[in-house]
């Protein structure tokens, strides 16, 4: 009862006091409303990507192993997870060859077969064009871990595919040769399982990409007597220079920090450390070693790694548009 | 010119058998592993590669091995579990998002649009070590629902950037026009933005779902029982298991593909759209 009579005053207080800031409520609202429908999404990316990408950065100046992880306590060591790191032969003369080498290859592999696959279907008719781009999509979708596995069976040491075709062949004895031990053919697999699963996106990128450049560029070309590779070298490189760079640059983004398509492969779980790269190795040591904090050094070095080409990236992108 | 005709149509007969052959090796190259893994798994025979390139007969008994046997169902159904909880909660997340940064014209925009652009490149490698600190934490360590939770945050921003294309692209106008009819701004949401964006709702939620049917280090990180496997860690438990039984690795490779595969075609335009053209449109 007296409860209800309390209340009224201030109710009506507060009915009565919004005249002098009902001018500016609507506004304040009204500024506030992007921020409230961000707000979901920031929280969420801010608490589940930023944040632990700042703990990353902070657990690899710790010494932080499996005691750390049950008692969540940890002994600040500076920059002495680097330092091994760096001194640590198997970083320069395995871990980085791999992951560099087999990006550059994996990346020359996909730009180049992709855009070759653009020129051919440049060529084609609408009908047959539409079909084959199908096609090549149905590779582009394969997940990567099932892919793998298709290419792992496909190269089965005793019963594959590939062997049985050498065998036959009389090219490779009837012992056959385990690839997947030695680091080239083991990558060669890997390298041919990326580019068959990233083609289709530079091919169908190119191709409408080739699908704006005017007719008459290549006209004139004809006229002055340029033959294909001049055409495509003086007509189609200089105008598609910022989609090759796109492509180039996001197919470099991925095939730095391949992970399924080596961990899952026969050895590349560990067992042979010969054949891991940044990603797998920082994972192993992390998870396998319990050796979390010189994990994150890696994982760390590998992120520098890709944010320096998501710079070069992102000017590309916005050389001449601003972001607005 | 009697000559010349016959030469100028041999040379283009060339032609288009050379362009033939060129189709005939790109199809070939990139249909034959989803065929080879398709083919391997329905083969009554799948002793060696060459017993399974061309089967005598098929059948689907390793389909069927695979599901109620050694209980492939059970991932599927954990996947399908995740899978809908990551689309609802990042469309939703994504849309909100999308129409504050593609609509309103306010401070730190464009910080946020960078932020959301560079977050897409962190290497999951880097954060797993972190992420699986924070999941054992909260006690979400072999449950679903944690997985899930991390995946909405995976798949938000690639879904922002798309979404954000598809909100810019509903004219003002039309916003406008509710307004004047006495529409408040969450009736306009709702009955106006909302329909014409369902779409790009729809294409956002395929690659959400994706995203998170083919995750593999976090769900390998974080689960550790059997029955909470998504198809990705359990094919690999799967693999351990078999690994001379190719029929049935690829009969249940094949069964985690195929919805892959069914959504992916549908939305193939968008994709290659919006990794380059989302990014480069204002």
Known sequence: MSGTVLTRP??????????????????????????????????????????????????????????????????????????????????WQIALPNTVVFAAAAVGGTVVFGTLVALLLRTLGPVVRTIVISCIMVAWAMPAVTGTYVWIWIFDVDRGIVRQALVALGLIGADGVNWFTERLTFYAIVTLNIVHHGFPFVAVTVLAGLLTVPRELYEAAMLDGAGAWQRFRHVTLPTLRPVFAVVTILSTIWDFKVFAQVYLMPGGSGSNMEVLNLGVWSYIRSFGRQEYGLGSAIAVMLTLMLLAITIVYLRALFRDEELR | MTTRAPRRRARRTGHTLAKALAVAGVLLFTLFPAYFMVVSAASVRTTSGTDALLPDALTLDSFRYVLFDAGFLTYLGNSLYVALVTVAGSSLLALFAAVAVARFRFRLRTTVLLMVLVVQMVPLEALVIPLFLQVRDLQMLNTLLGLSIVYIALSLPFAIWMLRGFVAAVPVDVEEAAYIDGASWGRMFWSVLLPLVAPGLVATAIFSFITAWNEFILALTFLNEDDKFTVAVGLRQFYGQFTTDWASVMAASTVVTLPVMVFFLLVQRGLAAGLVQGAVKG
Do not use: H
């Open chain 1, 10 to 91: 201030a109710a009506s207080a507060a009915g009565s006091a919004p005249p002098p800031r009902r001018r500016t409520l609507p506004r304040l609202r009204k500024q506030a409303r992007p921020w409230l429908l961000l707000a979901p999404a920031l929280l969420v990316i801010g608490t589940l990507l930023v944040y632990p990408l700042g703990r990353v950065v902070w657990l690899s100046v710790q010494d932080y192993g499996l005691r750390n992880v049950v008692s969540g306590e940890s002994d600040y060591i500076g920059a002495d997870n680097y330092v091994r790191l760096l001194s640590e032969p198997y970083l």
